[in-house]
């Protein structure tokens, strides 16, 4: 909140420099906008609801990272130009936001909350489902090499171990969470086009596609086994 409410006023102050008034009004507005819906969100959040509000943000990020990673396995099911980068041109995996480093840090945002949901769910299948969704939003962060995006998933997740209770039961998760994403960074190093080209080659991307799939099943199997152990 101070963060949000200082960039807003930031913007205000940019208008001093700016050499387009309106447009810098128009990021003021929609600074001010996002501030008055957070804190309308604020309001409404209760100790009772705030577990629902942390799965549900959760669930929104997970799913935004994974139709982003098949942005770039399966572009054909997606319009034409929206694997590329509007911005600059780069293999780099930019959408939905055109932006990769905007798509990093999504992900990385994500990353705490989906540990909790993993570690801290109310049911079996619920911390498989959680443990399951965090290797595509790892695998998210990757391809867009965003360096800001690495920096704030490291930070999440030492916010995430300092602040949580109960810490030695949930490390079995990072476990095989570390090993799900060391499979995949191991098979995206053996696929230079999906590295390097925004349209890599059909084998190696549905190849990926399916590694990932199972290493995201395998990854939920293992924290079932480990949640009811």
Known sequence: FPTRRSSDLWTWIGLSWSHTHELTLDD???LSTYL??????LCVVTPETARSLVNGLACGIAAVSAIAIMSKLTPSLFPVGTAANAFYDTARLGYPFNYADAVGE???LGLPLVLYSATGGRSLIGRALGA???QPILFCLALTV?????LAAAV?????????PNRIPRLPTLAITSVGIALLMMAL???????DQTIAPQSQRHSMLLILCAVSVGAGLAQLACTAL
């Open 156 to 164: 999440g997740t030492v916010a995430f171990l300092a602040l949580v």
């Open 28 to 30: 003021v507005c929609r």
């Open 132 to 134: 399951a969704a965090l």
């Open 106 to 108: 999504y992900a990385a």
């Open 189 to 195: 190093l053996h696929r230079a086009g999906l590295r």
């Open 36 to 41: 008055g819906t957070f804190l309308l969100a």
């Open 146 to 150: 965003s360096r800001g995006g690495i």
